[in-house]
């Protein structure tokens, strides 16, 4: 396997399925499934997951919302989530645990560096909610971070598109997908991967970005497997 250590990062939004809003237990299960694929294989997986299925901080700004105050919700949808995705996982009999960035021990375990990366020694998946703990900040910004953190060996994006386009391929039907793109190239022509303070802390440590449709089944295990379905993103 190319991988030994990954941070997964999730969309809130995929977590709706076919649904409006809120949670698709049918997705959640396939996710589960596709997870238990790679675990199998001693690959070691922490998950960010975002919370845009439930809200959106940057939409509550828009709607006359206090910034900071759309933020914290946003940071609270992400660790609903979070716990719908461990359920989902220890039902699939994934050993999972849940740390949290923001402090509520009645219900996570708080975000303890060592001890998330001995969690996942032991092979438990280990899922961060409450992004990274501040107002600001995006769940890609705490994917990197924590990905950094736990020394992953590259962060996978999964999104609904299969990867990084020339254009939009949603809007622009000749619109070709790069195998591989390296940081300064996504940032010259402008391509959309993560917002620019998650993406440049990524281009800083060098951490690889792979982005994939996550939506697919079994595509998890093929983008461990190197397989080129995705785009990676490179120094
Ligand atoms: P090891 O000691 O490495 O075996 O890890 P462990 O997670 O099995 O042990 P620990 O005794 O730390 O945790 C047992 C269970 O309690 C796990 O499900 C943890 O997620 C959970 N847990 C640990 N600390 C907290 C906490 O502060 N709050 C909450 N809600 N759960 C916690």
Redesign the pocket.
């Known amino acids: 396997m190319k991988y030994k250590r990954i941070l997964l990062k999730l969309s809130g939004e995929a977590l709706m399925g076919t649904r409006q809003y809120g949670i698709d237990p049918v997705r959640l299960a396939e996710y589960a499934e596709d997870i238990k694929q790679i675990t199998d294989l001693g690959i070691e997986v922490a998950i960010v997951i975002g919370g845009g299925n439930i809200f959106r901080g940057i939409a509550g700004a828009s709607n006359g919302m206090d910034r900071v105050q759309g933020d914290h919700m946003g940071m609270l949808a992400t660790i609903i989530n979070g716990l719908a995705l461990q359920s989902a996982l220890e039902d699939a009999n994934i050993p999972t ?2 740390q949290s960035a923001i402090k509520m ?6 975000f303890i560096r060592r001890k998330a990366m ?2 996942l020694e ?1 092979g438990r998946v280990v899922i961060f909610g409450g992004g990274t703990g501040n107002p600001y900040f995006t769940t890609d910004s705490a994917a990197v971070l924590r990905a950094i953190e736990i020394e992953a060996d590259v962060i996978l994006k999964g999104t609904r598109v299969d990867g990084i386009y020339t254009s939009d391929p949603e809007k622009n039907a000749d619109a070709t997908r790069y195998e591989s793109i390296t940081f300064n190239d996504v940032l010259k022509k402008g391509l959309k991967v993560m917002d620019t303070t998650a993406f440049t802390l990524s281009q800083e440590n060098k951490l690889p970005i792979i982005v994939f449709d996550m939506n697919t089944r079994g595509n998890l295990l093929k983008v461990i497997s190197g397989e080129n379905i995705g785009t990676t993103v490179n120094i």
Do not use: Q, V
């Open positions: 645990r849940l021990n009645e219900i996570a375990e708080p001995r969690h032991k």
